[in-house]
């Protein structure tokens, strides 16, 4: 009763929230005029609203979903509760593989969230053979974390301010503000987006058992290594087409699974499905924030995102099972 409840207050809150991005901004109209410029095409003030606003109302929701979602697969892979792609290096992994291919090849600017797949999976696959260790601490899993992402974050300032022509085809993917966005990009979100999210919504069993120990794991016939490579795939695909097309937000994947389990509790097969829905609510009303607060500058949603993420994770930290390095 109480988790339909959860759900029910989070899906109206989010519908809220829809409602009054999509209705606020500079230009303003009514419901039923959005409605009929929709279907006729023919309202000027609407058109700009549907090119402008409808899709970077879709790339934050999907991008807001693929990464709470990787939060709570990445954290179910490490058995870690303070693991999150932005935190680790995935993201930023994704992020400048994506602008060295989109360099390299503008003309495969759609394919950009399959290069980052490539760069957050090389982030996962460094931070996780340097972390672990016989198991893997919370703190050596964010120190090692931190200097993965220092090192490809550097890296992408060199494209970013290396002073070539191509710094502007490519400021998009650097750039974590979602203003600008085309119906191209969203197009590309709900593709390899949705993929990714029903892939994810599919592996609640698996993380389940990831949850076990590998003794009782091979007992009930489970490949672990196996599982466990499959849900890290899927949680890096989230967090590179994320990435790759909502630029760098960090915390979310941290935030929305931590929120999920005091609410909702430990099942991966109820606590996928609110971090899919509240991590979409959580990044759109950031954006929504960040757009009409200082009005008509903008506010990215990845800086009120970091505002509201740090005192949080430092406070997890602070608890007495992080503090000894336990997970």
């Excluded at 999907?62 to 290096?89: S, T």
């Excluded at 466990?228 to 899927?234: I, K």
């Excluded at 994947?253 to 609510?281: C, E, K, M, T, W």
Aim: glycine share 8%; hydrophobic share 55%.
């Amino acid at each position: 009763m109480k988790k339909g409840f959860v759900f029910f207050v989070l899906t109206v809150l989010f519908l809220v929230v829809l409602y009054w991005a999509t209705m606020s901004g500079s230009i303003a109209v009514s419901f039923s005029q959005l409605v009929e410029g929709v279907r006729t095409g023919l309202d000027e003030e609407v058109n700009v609203i549907y090119d402008l606003r409808f899709p970077r109302i879709i790339v934050a929701t999907i991008a807001g979903a693929a990464l709470a979602l990787a939060g709570a697969l990445i954290q179910a892979v490490m058995r870690n509760p303070i693991a999150d792609p932005g935190i680790i290096g995935i993201s930023s992994g994704a992020q400048f593989v994506a602008i060295l291919f989109v360099t390299i090849f503008p003309q495969l600017y759609f394919y950009m969230p399959l290069f980052a797949f490539v760069g957050g999976m090389t982030a996962f696959l460094l931070v996780y053979s340097f972390a672990y260790k016989g198991g893997l601490s919370p703190l050596k899993l964010i120190l090692i974390g931190v200097a993965v992402h220092a090192t490809f974050s550097g890296l992408t300032e060199v494209f970013q301010y290396r002073g070539s022509y191509s710094v502007t085809s490519i400021s998009t993917v650097t750039s974590s503000t979602l203003s600008m966005k085309t119906w191209t990009d969203a197009n590309a979100m709900m593709l390899f987006g949705g993929i990714a999210i029903l892939l994810a919504l599919l592996l609640a069993r698996a993380c389940n058992v990831l949850q076990l120990s590998e003794k009782t794991a091979a007992s009930l016939g489970m490949r672990i290594t196996v599982v466990r490579m499959v849900v890290s795939v899927v949680a890096v695909v989230l967090a590179s087409v994320a990435t790759a097309l909502a630029g760098m937000i960090v915390f979310l994947g941290l935030l929305i699974p931590h929120i999920g389990r005091q609410l909702v509790g430990n099942d991966y097969r109820v606590l996928l499905p609110f971090s899919a829905l509240g991590g979409a609510f959580l990044l759109l009303l950031a954006d929504t924030l960040g757009r009409l607060m200082i009005a008509p500058n903008e506010l990215p949603a990845s800086i009120l995102m970091s505002v509201i993420g740090g005192p949080f994770l430092i406070f997890l930290l602070r608890r007495s099972k992080f503090a000894n390095g336990t997970s």
